[in-house]
């Protein structure tokens, strides 16, 4: 049997990416034959174009349609995650969501140019879920997904290995510890930087590194990660954004207790730990983070 996974990128240091990869393990287990089909390496300037006009789904969709009809039939599974099942269609396709530009937008300005490009995309979603069966990795997302008037069959949350997520006896490097990458205010980078000019000294593993007072790792392998966790003592997570949110439970894993916004896995989170989940509407402030 053979599947197909259709993504952005096949390595990348992403959540995504992650829940990928643990997806093609468990297809292996079940003797698949896993492929990928993704908007990476050398692109033409048609794709180019199409990637500028409808983001890197646009790649993805020309190059499923480049695909000779015995080859799509070849496959006895797709998964295409959120706007990567724009133009895919396959008997067996599963549209998997692990994010929403709606959430992302979040409560910007009409007048911040940001809104319309994540308003815009949004709309691409819920023309590439159209007609498909849709999972999703949460119960949050869940919500968001509705309002853009996507319909979720099923909820498939990624699993954390707790063969590789566990305390370990690790010299610890520091106090504070955060894992996450994207957009600098969406991932509170600006609440981290606030924290760091109060004195604490926070270490960030991101695949971006900006110019700030924190401490930037950014070539940390994903096998090295376990590791990471266990040298540092607390997580700071002040993401405004999280459909889920692998990094605060895989922290945990490791013995962490985090500080995280009642977003993702953080809803749920909040009903069993509240004193760790602070109220993102209320309490966004370094001072709510200090006390």
């Not at 995650?81 to 937008?105: Q, T, W």
């Not at 991932?187 to 991101?206: H, M, N, P, R, Y």
Request: glycine residues 6%.
């Amino acid at each position: 049997m053979k599947a197909l996974i259709i993504t952005t990128h096949r390595s990348f240091p992403g959540g995504v990416e992650q829940v990928n990869r643990t997806l093609e393990t468990i297809l292996k287990e079940w003797n698949f034959e896993v492929e990928y089909l993704t908007a990476d390496g050398p692109s033409t300037w048609f794709e180019k174009i199409s990637s500028k006009l409808f983001s890197p789904a646009g790649v993805t969709f020309l190059r499923w349609n480049h695909l000779s009809q015995d080859r799509k039939a070849s496959f006895d599974l797709v998964i295409a995650n959120g706007e990567h099942a724009l133009g895919v269609h396959h008997p067996k396709l599963l549209n998997y969501f692990h994010g929403s530009y709606l959430g992302l937008r979040g409560e910007r300005s009409l007048f911040n140019k940001s809104y319309w490009t994540l308003s815009y995309l949004s709309l691409l979603q819920f023309f590439a879920a159209r007609s498909k069966k849709v999972i999703s990795v949460s119960l949050f997302l869940n919500s968001i997904l509705g309002k853009q008037g996507i319909k979720v069959d099923q909820v498939l949350s990624p699993p954390v290995d707790l063969e590789r997520f566990k305390p370990l006896n690790e010299k610890k490097l520091g106090d504070y510890l955060f894992v996450g990458s994207g957009a600098f205010y969406n991932k509170g980078f600006d609440l981290l930087e606030a924290l760091s000019f109060k004195g604490k000294q926070i270490t960030c593993i991101s695949k971006t590194s900006y110019r700030t007072h924190l401490k930037f790792l950014t070539d940390i392998p994903t096998n090295e990660m376990p590791a990471y966790y266990n040298r540092f003592k607390f997580f700071l997570f002040p993401s405004r954004f999280e459909s889920l949110g692998l990094a605060p439970l895989e922290a945990m894993a490791c013995g962490l207790p985090i500080l995280m916004f009642n977003v993702g896995v953080g809803v749920e989170l909040q009903k069993l730990i509240p004193e760790f989940v602070l109220d993102l509407k209320s309490q966004n402030t370094e001072e709510h983070f200090l006390e």
